[in-house]
């Protein structure tokens, strides 16, 4: 049947707008390639990168593509659902003692920005109307100690000292004086180290057993490329963490180490840290992280928008109309909104990858066409709109005047409107269409 | 008979061992070279991808290892890692002089937060003076908590003298008294501390921009060198980072440290590769002589061990 291979055609026109069915192997594959590649760039680490392109492969192929998007997008869809899982989905928060004082030890790498956050985190719980201390067990790096003290004066927090002691003797002393002056959170800051040294991790086990933190928080620059995953766990397995604050984060880094780290351990990244003022703290918001390690978020956001307002059933209704040539102006005014609701559309085809302004220029969209061609729409009588050839001199006259347009517009349109259903018809009809000829009036 | 047929049997069993010998050895030099062809070079490319070199630097280095080893017809796994190790010494070392200065010499040193610049100075200034060169810094990170006493403290160690204002003051300020402590105590080199800096604000940039007109001004006659400090665990964003430093105060060479943790700081081929910086220093610990000049056969050796 001639009629099919035509029908096809015009759906590879609309490819933008309806999908084929379910995900092949070979759109996965082509997809996935990407994915990877974005994923490696944002330094996920290269194992967790292998599980994840296997696991998304397998669940992918096979897939039914939603009708609005194109098989690419339906993967990346995939993609992101599997990496907000694996973030964690739901924010978590910090575990409070029932029985005061809260203990919480910080831990990490050299200049990840544990005393920094300490005090991000003292301030942060005093707004929660808390009573912090601050604990400096840094005894090692010069004037560590009196960084502490600079930033508690800044957030008004007493911070706990000791000269020439050791770090457990420390962190037990500043328990003792929490518990007699009435603190209800003790912060203890510790010393940078590396994951591999013996002596400085079992520094680490000694202050544990002698405190019993409630919560133990590796802190993670959130730069941090492939070794992430190295740190992460030699941290949770010789101590074990209760969660993670991701530093740096307002910086320009994708930040795949938070996926990373959140992998090999299964603790939760509960915190970013977000500039260096002591306020510049945040709760993590893990679902937010999934776009932003993908780097792929312009078309996360068309895909999420489409999702939200194309529905299927009516995309798959107007396919049909333009086939058999049954659109009137009504369908015209619905594809408008459905446009409108997915956003602007040179915001929307912006957002696309390697789309600049300059080849948008070649484009030619006319945004404030839309509304106004939904108000002269809006103005014909339901006949009219159904068949416009009725639309004659003086109609026309007053199409203009309840639309608050010129006449001219509204001869734009309906021009415009008849060389579209033209256009159908020679696709129809058999003629076959040029690619990249074929336009909506509006654009 | 029974006797011939047995010596025809034993002949032709003979034959086939013979033969299944045969058969085995091009089996074995065909998934020999098979195993040189895929696996072999994507477990390469693994291993430089695993170093932080990032996907498009390891993989222009493993394309190009592939073009060498096909020219050159090399079928041994071995000697085509070797080829590997000297095309990324290449790399690092192509067009790069060392690091020497010329007296009077101001070196800044800039970096984001936390990768070690001052310890770095600590160091370097330790170094220097080994050399018998008269070494001065300025503190000119004014802003993070308690960054002087630190740097105080290193200079101690290294017994150099240091020129410091209060936290908050201008930073610039603090450059411009150094710069004329330095001229009129005869020094060879200053060194400056800076605060670290996110290279995406543009604030912040700014101000590193000041500091650095203040010295091309005020002691336009030094030889100057402008040093990034990349954490050797950073991960690709490090690219950005030199991008922008580079952009807004012209970096001359990377200091490159923490390398004794497990990290293997492949970043810093990727900087050489795609912006040509040269390295110029390793740091590999907290103490004072842990710093050491960068050796780009050694370091390439330990990125592919
Ligand atoms: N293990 C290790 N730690 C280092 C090295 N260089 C600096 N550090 C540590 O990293 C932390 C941050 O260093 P600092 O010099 O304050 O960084 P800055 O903020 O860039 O000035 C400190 O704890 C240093 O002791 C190194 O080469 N190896
Ligand atoms: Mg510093």
């Known amino acids: ?443 | 008979m029974e006797n011939k047929k047995s010596i025809f049997a034993k002949m032709k069993e003979g034959l086939a061992k013979t033969r299944s010998n045969i058969m085995s050895r091009v089996d074995e030099l065909i998934n020999y070279y098979k195993e040189i062809d895929d696996e072999f070079f994507d477990d390469l490319e693994e291993t430089l991808i695993i170093s932080d070199m990032g996907v498009r630097t390891a993989n222009d280095i493993i394309e190009s290892l592939k073009k060498q080893v096909r020219e050159d017809k090399i079928g041994d796994a071995a000697r085509i890692k070797n080829m590997l190790k000297e095309k990324i010494a290449h790399i690092l070392s192509e067009g790069s002089k060392g690091f020497e200065l010329n007296s009077p010499a101001v070196i800044l040193v800039v970096g984001v937060n936390g990768v070690g610049k001052t310890t770095t100075i600590g160091k370097l200034a330790s170094l220097l003076k080994a050399e018998e060169k008269r070494v001065i810094v300025a503190a000119a990170d004014t802003f993070r908590a308690a960054a002087a006493e630190q740097l105080e403290i290193w200079c101690n160690r290294a017994g150099v003298p240091l020129i410091r204002h209060m936290e908050g003051a201008d930073p610039g300020a603090v450059v411009f008294d150094a710069i004329q402590a330095a001229k009129s105590r005869k020094m060879d080199v200053l060194i400056c501390d800076t605060a670290g800096r996110l290279h995406n604000k543009k604030n912040l940039m700014n101000e590193l921009d000041k500091i650095n007109r203040i010295i091309d001004r005020e002691m336009p006659e030094a030889s100057k060198e402008v040093l990034l400090v990349i954490d050797a665990t950073t991960g690709q964003n490090a690219i950005s980072q030199a991008t922008e430093f580079n952009e807004v105060v012209g970096i001359t060479g990377i200091v490159l440290t923490k390398l004794d943790g497990t990290a293997k700081g492949g970043i810093a081929v990727a900087i050489k590769a795609q912006l040509d910086l040269p390295i110029y220093f390793v740091g590999v610990g907290e103490q004072m002589d842990d710093l050491q000049p960068f050796d780009p056969k050694s370091f390439s050796d330990a990125l592919l061990e």
């Open chain 1, 1 to 443: 049947m001639a009629f099919e291979g035509l029908s096809e055609k015009l759906q590879s026109a609309f490819k933008k707008l309806t999908g084929k069915g379910k995900l092949n192997e070979k759109d996965v594959k082509e997809a996935m390639r990407d994915v990877r590649i974005a994923l490696l760039e944002a330094d996920v680490n290269f194992i967790v990168v292998k599980d994840l392109v296997k696991r998304i492969t397998d669940r992918a192929v096979g897939h039914e593509i939603m009708e609005s998007l194109t098989p690419g997008q339906q993967v990346i869809k995939i993609v992101k659902e599997e990496l907000t899982a694996l973030m964690g989905g739901t924010q978590s928060k910090l575990v409070i003692a029932s029985k005061p004082p809260t203990i919480i030890m910080l831990a990490g790498l050299q200049g990840a920005g544990k005393t920094t956050h300490a005090g991000k985190l003292a301030l942060y719980l005093k707004k929660q109307g808390r009573k912090p201390l601050l604990v400096a067990c840094d005894i090692y790096r010069p004037a560590a100690k009196k960084q502490l003290q600079v930033v508690g004066e800044k957030v008004d927090t007493h911070v706990f000292v000791m000269d020439q002691a050791d770090p457990v003797v420390i962190a037990s002393k500043a328990l003792d004086y929490a518990r007699e002056n009435l603190h209800d959170v003790v912060i203890i800051d510790t010393a940078g180290r590396l994951h591999i040294n013996e002596e400085l991790m079992d520094e680490l086990k000694a202050i544990k057993a002698a405190v019993k933190p409630h919560e133990i928080l590796l802190v993670v620059d959130a730069m941090t490329g492939q070794d992430a995953v190295n740190v992460a766990k030699a941290f949770n397995e010789q101590l074990g963490i209760d969660g993670m604050i991701l530093t740096k984060f307002d910086g320009d880094t994708r930040g795949g180490a938070a996926l990373s780290a959140k992998a090999v351990t299964g603790k939760p990244i509960k915190f970013a840290g977000i500039g260096e003022k002591l306020d510049d703290l945040e709760v993590f918001h893990p679902d937010r992280m999934a776009s932003r390690i993908l780097g792929m978020g312009d078309v996360l956001t068309i895909i999420e928008k489409a999702q939200a307002s194309i529905d299927l059933k009516k995309a798959q209704e107007m396919e049909k109309k333009l086939r058999t040539q049954t659109f009137t102006l009504d369908d015209y005014l619905e594809q408008l909104e459905q446009l409108q609701k997915m956003g602007s559309i040179s915001d929307l085809l912006s957002m696309i990858p390697g789309m600049s302004s300059k080849k948008l220029g070649g484009l030619k969209i006319d945004e404030k066409q839309i509304p106004r061609t939904q108000a002269i729409i809006r103005s014909m009588t339901r006949q009219e709109r159904l068949d416009p050839s009725i639309i004659n001199a003086s109609r026309r006259k007053r199409i203009a005047a309840g639309s608050g347009t010129r006449i001219q517009d509204v001869n734009q349109l309906l021009k415009s409107y008849e060389e579209l259903k033209k256009l159908m018809k020679q696709m129809t009809g058999g003629k076959g269409m040029k690619r990249g000829k074929f336009r909506l009036p509006f654009m």
